[in-house]
């Protein structure tokens, strides 16, 4: 291979022609000739013993030229862009510009990283907004402890069924004295006050005693999902089978002791109170960072090559068929679920990937601006972090994961606690607690229907 020409070409690419010599070219060009004669028919010949000079004369000198071609790009291409120092961010577009008694010559427009510029990334105006804790959000967790701790009483006598129960239902529904289809289930366990069923028929299923037989008459709502049903009013012949109580452990000392390391309610709450905190801040900080990058993307000037934003969109798409895969799935099974394919799942990707590119460039700008570096101890504090995360030991993390691409992560971070370290605005503020007030509580619409309510609970 040699280099024969580099120049700048449009949009962050580079243009390069480099050759291949003419006994390189010749001999890959028979390689492939014994790869393919096996499956070249010619008259007169066994299958596979037609010479090479036959075969092109019936069609074309140049028939085994592509495939030869194929086979030599990625060795002599590589070559090529090393020997003219350039570090391509996505796939080259490739073309021949001749084939002759000199060998083969090729040009590749190769993209690179754009030029960027970036001022005004320190002193940006953005605040960070953590959320106080709300004592319904204590009460909530409190609840969730309490409903893992509770147990199930089944009723044996005349005590009717209450909000909160699980009622086991026979039902059936009708509209203008015709039955439906869909609209029966038999014993179906439905916990009163879940939201399963059509506005209205929870509560009145509530106040009925076992084997109490009642009309439940309750209208579907008019945007219900099955057109023949919605806006229309029905009647539910039900019958109740059996009721389950849910008793929930008092909120005391004993509950705090059953359900962690604490002696006393008031320290177990103290508890939840600080990791509701955690939680808030955490967020907050995500959504502080989400801002910077935010405003450093609009800052940002670059001519960024539609091939970065190419390659991050496959990133993107390798990264979730992995996931998937972790969870027992493919992107086949996925896509037979969905109705979505390869194309449109590309298309929905690609606005977070052109965001990643961006969010990337302009960091690297912000460290290339501050002259940022990496020392050895930070370097060796990613190993092992790398190493932790994926449960594997150190050294084989170094011999598997570029230095130079471990250093750009580690510089890009600290490029973004300098934005941070920054930033105009003060980095904690909180917002005013709202007083209460109590608000209707709009339950949204669920299927009627024996199968499609099973599917809801």
Do not use: W
Request: with cysteine.
């Amino acid at each position: 291979m040699k280099l024969l020409k580099q120049e700048q070409g449009e949009k962050s690419t580079i243009k390069i022609e480099f050759s291949v010599e003419k006994a390189v070219f010749d001999a890959a060009v028979d390689k492939v000739y014994r790869r393919q004669v096996k499956k070249i028919n010619v008259p007169g010949f066994r299958a596979g013993k037609a010479p090479r000079a036959i075969i092109e004369k019936m069609y074309g000198s140049g028939v085994f030229y592509e495939d030869a071609i194929n086979d030599l790009i990625p060795e002599n291409y590589t070559a090529a862009v090393k020997e003219a120092g350039i570090d391509p961010v996505g796939q080259p577009e490739i073309d021949i510009v001749s084939i002759d008694e000199n060998g083969l010559v090729l040009s590749a427009i190769v993209p690179v990283k754009p030029e960027c510029k970036l001022e005004g990334y320190k002193g940006l105006d953005i605040a960070k907004v953590v959320e106080p804790v709300k004592d319904e959000e204590i009460e909530n967790e409190l609840k969730t402890v309490r409903e893992r701790q509770s147990r199930e009483i089944e009723v044996e006598d005349e005590t009717p069924a209450a909000m909160g129960d699980v009622a086991k239902i026979d039902f059936e529904g009708f509209i203008d004295g015709v039955a439906f289809e869909g609209g029966k289930g038999e014993n179906y366990s439905l916990k009163l006050g879940s939201g399963s069923f059509i506005p209205g028929f929870e509560e009145q299923v509530a106040g009925h005693k076992i084997g109490d037989e009642f009309d439940v008459n309750v209208p579907f709502p008019a945007d219900y999902h099955a057109e023949e049903l919605a806006g229309k009013e029905a009647c539910f012949k039900c019958k109740v089978n059996a009721i389950t109580k849910i008793e929930l452990p008092e909120l005391d000392d004993d509950f705090a002791k059953d359900v962690s390391e604490f002696d006393t309610i008031d320290e177990y709450k103290a508890d939840l109170k600080a990791k509701i905190e955690k939680r808030h801040e955490n967020a907050a900080n995500a959504e502080f960072e989400e801002k910077i990058i935010d405003a450093l993307i609009e800052k940002l000037e670059a001519d960024i090559p539609e091939a970065m934003f190419e390659a991050e969109t496959e990133n993107f798409v390798r990264d979730y068929d992995n996931r998937l895969r972790q969870s027992g799935l493919d992107l086949k099974t996925y896509f037979q679920y969905t109705g979505l394919d390869l194309a449109k799942l590309r298309e929905q990707m690609r606005p977070q990937a052109e965001k990643q590119v961006k969010a990337r460039l302009a960091l690297e700008t912000v460290a290339k601006a501050e002259a940022i570096e990496v020392t050895e101890e930070e370097l060796a504090a990613e190993y092992e972090l790398i190493a932790t995360t994926y449960n594997i030991d150190k050294e084989q993390v170094k011999s598997m994961v570029d230095e130079a691409m471990v250093k750009a992560d580690v510089s890009v971070r600290k490029a973004m606690q300098v934005v941070k370290d920054n930033v105009k605005a003060p980095k904690k503020a909180s917002k005013p607690r709202k007083k209460k007030v109590a608000e209707p509580v709009a339950e949204e619409a669920a299927p009627v229907a024996a199968e499609e309510a099973k599917t809801e609970e």
